[in-house]
T-cell receptor, first 113, second 117 residues
């Protein structure tokens, strides 16, 4: 049972345009959500997070939106840059089990010139 | 460099062998983890240790035995390797206690690609 789902395995976006990566979850006990970015042959690196008391968190070009009623979050990258090309993982945890992070399967983003 | 470092980066071995993967973090974190990324790209938690104490064991076969000599190290020993153990294993750490722990993200090592033939 995959509690965190990223249904798009890949996304291709032109440089300068917006990239939107989506993530759905099934466990209503999740209340903290994170996005990680992963380059080949490297470990995932933390990008941005959001707690369930918010519906939006912004950090520079990266914004995460949370829709709790739909159990859906998205990551917006504006403007997209070639260096953003990587695999993006969505992850979630519950308030009482922050040690256990549940990851999605990732979306490979390619930003082309 | 402050980081989570794991060795080796690649490990190729035959079925039935015993192997170890080492992990060290110099970030001063109190909790360390092992994650496994399988061929379907699922990244799943295996173990977590807080200050050398086992916190999470996610129904991993007992052929896998983590060892934490101190809170900066968490090694993974695997006995009697099987073909299905082939995967990328990631070590990670974070602070999971204290006022800022709720928002403390995981810091990952660069992974160890294990191939069992």
């Amino acid at each position: 049972d995959q509690q965190v789902k990223q249904n798009s395995p890949s996304l291709s976006v032109q440089e300068g345009r917006i990239s939107i990566l989506n993530c759905d979850y099934t466990n209503s006990m999740f209340d903290y959500f994170l996005w990680y970015k992963k380059y080949p042959a490297e470990g995932p690196t933390f990008l941005i997070s959001i707690s369930s008391i918010k519906d939006k968190n912004e950090d520079g070009r990266f914004t995460v939106f949370l829709n709790k009623s739909a159990k859906h979050l998205s990551l917006h990258i504006v403007p997209s840059q070639p260096g953003d090309s990587a695999v993006y993982f969505c992850a979630a945890s519950g308030a009482y089990n922050t040690d256990k992070l549940i990851f999605g399967t990732g979306t490979r983003l390619q930003v082309f010139p | 460099d402050t980081a989570v470092s794991q060795t080796p980066k690649y490990l190729v071995t035959q079925m039935g062998n015993d192997k170890s993967i080492k992990c060290e973090q110099n970030l001063g974190h109190d909790t360390m983890y092992w994650y496994k990324q399988d061929s379907k790209k699922f990244l799943k938690i295996m173990f977590s240790y807080n200050n050398k104490e086992l916190i999470i064991n996610e129904t991993v076969p007992n052929r896998f035995s983590p060892k934490s000599p101190d809170k900066a190290h968490l090694n993974l020993h695997i006995n009697s390797l099987e073909l299905g153990d082939s995967a990328v294993y990631f070590c990670a750490s974070r602070n999971s206690r204290g006022r800022s722990s709720y928002n403390s993200p995981l810091h990952f090592g660069n992974g160890t690609r294990l191939t069992v033939t």
